[in-house]
């Protein structure tokens, strides 16, 4: 008689590969978050280490087709309940108490950048999506920024991957940079800090970067870098609302639309809810840790299947421009982050 071999249904083989992909999103970001530990990658941070070991397996491994349900699951649906739980992270209390100066700091800052590396993306002739999360990843919050935003523009997987992999590896750069630049550059501790919190793109990059001012300056540049991170829900809901009219438009819509027909990004109310929950001190602080460790694993999972996502070839194509846009605004960011310090009487 003979052996006849057993084949999964169809069903039950779907499932398995969409485990098989939440898995390998999984293994990568756990260990983005080790290596993250280590003495020099702790610069670039768990995010950013996650989308490039994402693109680096897609390079030299590949990622088999069966998975790519569960990666993409990772990508968007993690995401978004990473992104609700990262609100635990802002007291919004301490914004308050930073005062008007810093806020304005911030203000202006992100109001600069997005029309700076937006003008310079178009200058370049880059695809107008990708234009718009390279401008908002350098302008609020890096990878996070682009992820968060990706939705309400309606961008691919493939320019949300290239944005993130660019604002992701400038910010390591600008890191590197201030870590250099710091004994030359005249600030107080508390200067210092409010600079990097200012003009940096991850929260990771800004702690790396403020660590030679001592925690003095840490405190200060997290509390700016978060008051930045706060500015995302406004812009996102207004790029939800002008994307929503740009397409109105196009289609020749002449009707007003509804509020029914505009994106609200719902994960983003739950960012602000979760803001919340940590500003009146509901949870106890154990707890708060536990939940902003869950967070960062969720979006580095998410960052992980963004980079399964995409090659270096796609990357070369599409990232150099946007790159290049990137890290122009991003030193006119500084310049203008230092002038405001000093201008503001922080320095």
């Known amino acids: 008689m003979m052996a006849h071999a057993y084949v999964l249904p169809r069903r039950e083989h779907k499932g398995f590969g969409f485990a098989q992909g939440i898995g390998l999103t999984f293994m990568l970001a756990v260990a983005a978050k080790y290596l993250a530990e280590s003495p020099f990658l702790n610069i670039m941070g768990q995010l950013v280490i996650a989308i490039l070991l994402g693109i680096l397996w897609k390079a030299i491994i590949g990622v088999p087709r069966q998975t790519i349900t569960g990666v993409s699951f990772s990508s968007k649906k993690l995401l978004r309940y990473g992104i609700i739980l990262l609100g635990i992270r802002l007291n919004l209390l301490d914004i308050v108490h ?13 109001v600069f950048t997005l029309v700076v590396v937006y003008a310079l993306t178009k200058m370049f002739k880059v695809e107008k999506r ?28 493939e320019e949300t991957a290239v944005a993130a992999a660019t604002v992701a590896i400038l910010g390591t750069l600008f890191t590197l940079a201030y870590t250099l630049l710091y004994p030359v550059l005249g600030l107080t501790a508390q200067g210092y800090g409010i600079f990097s919190g200012a003009t940096l793109h991850e929260v990771a990059h800004v702690i790396a970067a403020a660590a030679p001012g001592g925690k003095a300056a840490v405190d200060l540049a997290v509390i700016v870098k978060l008051t930045r991170v706060a500015l995302l829900v406004p812009v996102a809901i207004v790029l939800g609302i002008w994307t929503n009219r740009m397409e109105r438009k196009e289609r020749g819509e002449v009707k007003k639309a509804s509020w029914k027909s505009i994106p609200m990004p719902w994960f983003i109310v739950g960012f602000l809810a979760m803001s919340g ?3 009146w001190g509901i949870l106890p602080a154990g707890l708060t840790t536990q939940i902003l460790v869950a967070a960062y694993m969720l979006i580095a999972m998410a960052m992980v ?11 070369r194509r599409m990232g150099m421009k946007s790159f290049a846009a990137g890290l122009v605004g991003s030193v006119l960011l500084s310049v203008l982050g230092y002038a405001l310090v000093v201008f503001f009487g922080l320095k």
């Not at 299947?305 to 990357?315: A, E, M, N, P, S």
């Open 277 to 279: 929950v940590n500003t």
């Open 305 to 315: 299947g963004l980079g399964l996502q995409v090659d270096l070839l796609t990357f």
């Open 130 to 157: 990708l234009g718009i999360l390279t401008a908002c990843g350098t302008a609020i919050c890096g990878a996070a920024a682009v992820v968060a935003i990706s939705p309400q523009i309606k961008a691919n997987e």
């Open 98 to 110: 930073a005062g008007p100066k810093v806020l304005s700091i911030a203000v202006i800052n992100i």
